[in-house]
């Protein structure tokens, strides 16, 4: 009889359906908020695989306005942005993000500022220069970070101009 009611205990709770949002939905409890993503993407900027382990498998960081300058300026999924991370760390071994400021704060979408000052390797320019960036983030990871810049100011840094 013991038995019995174990097994039949065992079977109901094996079956016990996962619903978002109740107490069986443990996913809450440690799920990052868009803005917790966005401060913890600038904190980590010094290690790439930090970084984009931040970002779903089919995440997206962009910052379109590369594209004018002829610059890669989308990279998809954790392993292309490791690489365009450390790429701009060789370029700029000190790029670390200060002055930040957040102006949305939802759940699943944040908005910020945030600014570089830092040297350039091999030159004796510095690289200063203000972001904006939008992230959008789904079940605790970035599925998109946009961010804007200034092209004239970034060409003119590392082109000498």
């Not at 949002?21 to 010094?46: C, P």
């Not at 790439?48 to 382990?53: I, Q, T, V």
């Not at 320019?125 to 804007?148: C, H």
């Amino acid at each position: 009889m013991l038995f019995c009611l174990l097994l039949t205990l065992f079977i109901v709770v094996s079956r016990r359906q996962y619903r978002p949002g109740t107490d069986n939905d443990r996913s809450t409890l440690t799920m990052k908020t868009a803005v917790q993503l966005l401060q913890n993407y600038l904190d980590s900027i010094q290690d790439p695989k930090a970084a984009a382990s931040l970002f779903a498998a089919d995440g997206v960081l962009e910052l379109p306005y590369l594209q004018t300058l002829g610059l890669p300026h989308r990279v998809q999924g954790p392993a292309e942005i490791e690489a365009f991370i450390a790429g701009l760390l060789v370029k700029v071994p000190d790029f670390r993000f200060r002055n930040i400021q957040f102006f949305i704060d939802t759940p699943t979408q944040a908005f910020g500022e945030y600014s570089i000052e830092a040297a350039i390797t091999g030159t004796d320019r510095m690289y200063k220069q203000t972001y904006a960036g939008r992230l959008v983030a789904e079940e605790g990871k970035i599925t998109l970070l946009r961010e804007s810049l200034d092209t004239l100011a970034a060409w003119r840094a590392f082109h000498g101009e």
